[in-house]
């Protein structure tokens, strides 16, 4: 078994979670099995109810867990299935560790930093790495070197590198190296400060990746070398993407940085075949066509909100050949300024999941304007729900129909909460969450969209269509296309009389892949295409 540790320095948001993924795709590619983990400093048992204005999107994996964004990044890029294991935080090993105490297995020792919490930390690596069968587990610490509360996880790997020994565990330290325009010239100090924190817990990296808008000259390459105790060839440059996250693995194979990883960890594989990743990089930077995609959000403003959905799009445009312009919405504004003066000259309209009142009008207006002039819609979660209220109040005339997450009191519940729902108090982990089959109904658009009959899609929710009103608005147009095994909930709808008007309940960006994209984002932007075909011939 070999680990690899990835760490950051100098500043948050440096893409350690992408660099992570994208030496998963080269490793994997290699020919050996991998799996990647995400260690998160904070205190949080999961990001499940944390804004997402502070963490960017929850990630979803199969078994329901509530995750880091990163571990979006680690399966999109790889064939690796996640589950709990993989994402980690302080808060769940504090809570293990307590629970332990409580129980008396420490057999009344005062139980401390080291060696009890590190401990713990060892045990979720080693799980990781046993319950998966890989044969290396990238293991990337979440925060910046320096945090606190980051310095029991960097103890923990110090250690784990020490008991595994050298040619079994590598450290690969993602940093800033800035370029100061009035100087004219990129700065290595903060890298060196970086790396020496580091080196004062114990940490010697074996690899620094660069991270850096102007190329790495040969003499910053050997100052960085020289003053942090790195081979030259271990200064690894990572510029910024000139087009997609996904032209990271082809940089750093051109860098050798996955050569150089077997070379430390004593592999003899052969080298990696990315024609396939090449190619789907070709699509994205050439596309045939152009769309203008509007997402309608109430988390707009962060551009990590909806990374899954913009990802998702991204596959299935280039599955089309078809580069696609997000116009990102805020469902307020359309409150304040209208539908038309926001939405007007977009292809297709699409309305992703959330969960509080503030912007839901502006998200039950897009979808009015999106029905009104036969404009692609696709409702993911909450999307799906506020076109049903809007169909419920406009066309089938229950003016005051809602969802009783945002009016408790209305009388007409097309949106309600299920009665086991209803007897809980605690919020974290308390939604319909994971993978679950949806059946799908033949002569509807999303069985055409997935040519089968079922599907197994990832939910993240706890609000579901009151199946009271299935008849009354199955008459008037609104189509069920896909429900839960046992037919008692309802996973799809769609409207009749309309070139593509899709809703799901579940959340399908989470399955998406580079070269294999999800069925309806593939379906949505093929009826966005004929619809700019329409408007502009």
């Known amino acids: 078994m070999k680990y690899i540790f990835v760490t950051g320095g100098v500043i948050s948001s440096l893409g350690k979670g992408i660099t992570a993924a994208a ?41 329901g867990a509530e995750t880091d964004l990163d571990l979006g990044h680690y399966e999109r890029f790889t064939n690796v299935k996640l589950s709990k294991l993989n994402n980690t935080t302080t808060g769940q090993i504090y809570e ?9 297995k420490y057999l009344g020792k005062t139980v401390q930093v ?24 990238i293991t990337e610490i979440g925060g910046t070197t320096g945090d606190i509360e980051g310095l029991p996880f960097l103890e923990a790997i110090r250690q784990m590198a020490l008991e595994v020994g050298s040619d079994h565990a590598l450290f690969v330290h993602v940093t800033y190296v800035p370029y100061i325009k009035a100087a004219g010239e990129l700065k290595t100090k903060p890298t060196q400060q970086s790396v020496a924190k580091l080196r004062e817990i114990g940490i010697q990296p074996h690899v620094l990746v660069c991270r850096s808008d102007h190329p790495l000259t040969e003499e910053v390459r050997a100052k960085l070398s020289l003053y942090c105790n790195v081979s030259i060839e271990g200064v690894i440059e990572e510029l910024d993407v000139q087009h997609t996250i996904y032209e990271v693995p082809l940089m750093l194979q051109k860098e050798k940085l996955d050569a150089l990883v077997c070379k430390y960890l004593k592999l003899d594989l052969p080298e990696a075949d990315l024609t396939d990743w090449k190619a789907f990089v070709e699509k ?10 509007a997402v309608v959000g109430k988390y707009i403003g962060h551009q990590d909100a909806y990374k899954s959905i913009y990802e998702a799009l991204t596959h299935a445009g280039a599955f089309l050949s078809c580069g696609v312009e997000v116009k990102k919405v805020d469902a307020e504004e359309i409150e304040e300024k209208g539908a038309e003066t926001l939405l007007q000259g977009s292809d297709g309209i699409l309305v992703p999941g959330g969960f509080g009142s503030r912007g839901i009008e502006g998200k039950i207006e897009a979808a009015k304007y999106a029905r009104l002039h036969h404009i692609p819609y696709f409702g993911l979660c909450l999307g799906m729900q506020t076109a049903i209220i809007e169909f419920s109040r406009n066309v089938v005339g229950l003016t005051d129909a809602h969802s009783t997450e945002f009016e408790s009191m209305t009388s007409n519940p097309v949106i309600c909460l299920l009665e086991e729902q209803k007897k809980l108090s605690s919020l974290g982990g308390s939604m319909r969450l994971g993978s679950s089959l949806c059946k799908l109904l033949p002569n509807t658009k999303a069985y055409e969209a ?3 009959d079922t599907s ?24 069920i296309s896909g429900t839960t095994e046992n037919g008692e909930l309802v996973e799809l709808i769609e409207l009749e009389n309309h070139p593509w008007f899709v809703g799901c309940q579940f959340h399908p960006e989470f399955q998406s892949r580079p ?13 966005s295409l004929e619809h700019r075909k329409k408007t502009h011939s």
């Open 284 to 293: 994205i930077m050439h596309p045939s066509h152009q769309l203008s995609i």
């Open 515 to 527: 070269n294999c994209p999800h069925p309806l984002f593939v379906a949505f932007l093929k009826a």
């Open 96 to 104: 293990a560790v307590i629970q332990q105490e409580r129980q008396g």
């Open 450 to 452: 997935y040519r089968r």
């Open 456 to 479: 197994r899609e990832r939910h993240r929710h706890r609000y579901e269509f009151n199946m009271a009103y299935k008849p009354l608005l199955e008459k008037f147009g609104l189509k």
């Open 114 to 137: 080291i060696p009890h919490v590190t401990n713990e930390i060892k045990n979720r690596i080693m799980r990781v790495a046993e319950s998966s069968g890989c044969d290396i587990l």
């Open 23 to 63: 030496l998963g795709t080269l490793l994997e590619r290699r020919g050996v099995k991998i799996s990647l983990q995400k260690l998160d400093p904070y205190l949080n048992v999961d990001p499940g109810t944390m804004n997402p204005y502070q963490h960017g999107e929850v990630y979803v994996l199969e078994d």
